[in-house]
C-alpha cells in the first residue's frame, strides 16, 4: 500500500482528489437522474482517515455546483434540534423570504397530518417540524429545479433515536418522490450497528460504498 502524503487534517479536503472520481460521478447522476434514483440515499464507510470527511464535502460541492442547497450536519446528540431550530429556519428564510410557505408549513403540521404528533407504523414519534420544514424546503427548492442535500458525519449508534426520526421523514420524503438527497459517512463497525437497528431498516436501501485507503500512483 502505499504511503500517505498527506498528514491526516480532520476532514480538510485534499489539493487532489485521488480515486474518488467513479463514486462522485455516481453522486452526481443521482441527482441529475431525479427522485427515487438509488444514489441519492448513500452511505460511506471506511477506518479512521480513508477520507469519509473528504467525501462529504466533496458531494456537498458538487450538489451546490448543480444549485442545490446543503446542510452539512455531524450524528451528534441534539441533531433534531439543530435541523429543526437552526438550519431549516435558516434556509427557509432565504430560499422564502416571505414565508408563504413555511409559515403555512412551519412548525405546526398541516391539516392532514394528525395534528402535533404523529406516529410512524413502528409507533415512533417524529418532530412534525422536521418533516414541514423539510417538505417545505424541497418543494421551494423543487420549483428552481433544484433539491436539498443533507450529510450526515460520524454516524454512530448513540444517536439512533435522532436518527429514527431524521431516517423515517427522509423515508417519507422519498415515497413522496421530493428533491431530497441524503448522504451519511461513519466507521464501518458504527454504520453497521445503526443499520441494525429494526426503525432504520430504510438506510439499509442506500447505496453503500466502502472507502478503502487512497491509492496513490
Ligand atoms: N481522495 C483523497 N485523495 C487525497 N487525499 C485524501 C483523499 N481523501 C482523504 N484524503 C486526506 O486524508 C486525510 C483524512 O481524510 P478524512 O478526514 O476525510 O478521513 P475520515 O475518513 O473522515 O477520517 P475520520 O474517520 O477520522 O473522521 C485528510 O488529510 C485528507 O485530506
Ligand atoms: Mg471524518
Redesign the pocket.
Known amino acids: 500500500m502505499a504511503r500517505?502524503p498527506?498528514t491526516?487534517?480532520?476532514?480538510?479536503?485534499?489539493p487532489?482528489?485521488?480515486?474518488?472520481s467513479d463514486l462522485l460521478e455516481d453522486f452526481v447522476g443521482a441527482l441529475e437522474d431525479g427522485p427515487g434514483a438509488p444514489g441519492r440515499m448513500t452511505l460511506y464507510t471506511?477506518a479512521?482517515?480513508?477520507?469519509?470527511?473528504?467525501m462529504l464535502n466533496e458531494v456537498e460541492d458538487l450538489a451546490r455546483q448543480q444549485g442545490w442547497r446543503v446542510i452539512s450536519e455531524t450524528a451528534t446528540e441534539g441533531l433534531v434540534n439543530r435541523l429543526v431550530r437552526e438550519h431549516l429556519p435558516a434556509l427557509l428564510s432565504e430560499i422564502d423570504p416571505d414565508g408563504v410557505k413555511s409559515k403555512v408549513t412551519g412548525v405546526n403540521a398541516p391539516m392532514g397530518l394528525g395534528g402535533a404528533t404523529w406516529e410512524t407504523s413502528e409507533a415512533h414519534e417524529v418532530s412534525p417540524a422536521l418533516r414541514t420544514q423539510l417538505t417545505a424546503a424541497c418543494d421551494l427548492l423543487a420549483a428552481n429545479g433544484a433539491g436539498l442535500l443533507l450529510t450526515l458525519d460520524e454516524i454512530h449508534h448513540q444517536v439512533v433515536p435522532e436518527l429514527r426520526e431524521v431516517a423515517t421523514v427522509l423515508q417519507h420524503l422519498v415515497r413522496e418522490e421530493r428533491e431530497i438527497a441524503f448522504v451519511g459517512a461513519g466507521?464501518p463497525s458504527a454504520v453497521s450497528a445503526v443499520l441494525n437497528d429494526d426503525v432504520l431498516t430504510f438506510l439499509r436501501r442506500a447505496d453503500r460504498h466502502s472507502l478503502g485507503p487512497?491509492a496513490f500512483p
Open positions: 500517505n498527506f491526516p487534517t480532520f476532514g480538510v479536503s485534499p487532489l482528489l485521488v480515486g474518488r471506511g479512521r482517515g480513508t477520507g469519509k470527511t473528504v466507521l487512497v
